[in-house]
């Protein structure tokens, strides 16, 4: 049957092995579907002819028959009647009608088995049709899911993440180096904060001898 050479290979191919080497394996299966879908078509229709063909030799076999028992009784009327001439005539088209129908009956049984070897085939082909479609559905949701989790990689990876650890570990540095600068001017404040009070109380010539001045006129006054 010619319908059915790629066929073949389609229905014992493993759909996973048709996946290896291909960018985008959906479209691919969705080819597969278009192919198998169009092969059921020409199977359903050369199925139609042979049913049509099967039955148009049932027909004639009907009508042989059907001519085999009109001589047979034309025969025997005539022989009845003594009409040994038209009997004969009617006996030898009678066993000529039957080798006819027993020729269309050989044909009609080869035509049979190829009714049933193509209803069969055509069976096979729905049947891995239906398995490529149930599988085509998990296949597409894997390679959802995979797409989904390359890109998630890919976006991971444009992340630079040792880029920005390094990053994070220089703004760290510069933290501790402000903390540092800030308890370092605190600590040198605290000295010159005790050398601005020594300064205050530092007592100069004039404020001495105004001292000094003062004590001698209370003792006079005394």
Known sequence: MGIFRRVKTIAMAEVNGLLDGIEDPIAMLNEYSREMEQEIAKGQKALARQIFVEKKQAGLISETQALVDKRTRQAKLAIEKGEEGMAKLAVQEKLT??????????????????????????????????????????????????????????????????????????????????????????????????????????????????????????????
């Not at 559905?137 to 390359?150: G, P, T, Y």
């Open 97 to 222: 009608l039957e080798k006819q129908a027993a020729l269309y009956q050989e044909q009609y049984e080869a035509v049979k088995t190829q009714t049933k070897i193509l209803v069969e085939k055509l069976d096979q082909l729905k049947e891995t049709y239906n398995l490529m479609q149930q599988k085509k559905i998990l296949l597409a949701s894997r390679a959802n899911v995979a797409q989904s989790m390359k890109q998630i990689q890919k976006a991971t990876v444009s992340f630079q993440t040792d880029t920005i650890a390094r990053g994070v570990a220089r703004a760290e540095e510069r933290i501790l180096l402000m903390e540092a600068e800030v308890q370092a001017g605190s600590q040198f404040a605290a000295p010159l904060a005790q050398f601005d009070t020594a300064y205050d109380n530092f007592i100069n010539d004039e404020e001495l001898n105004n001292e000094i001045e003062k004590l001698k006129n209370e003792k006079e006054t005394i």
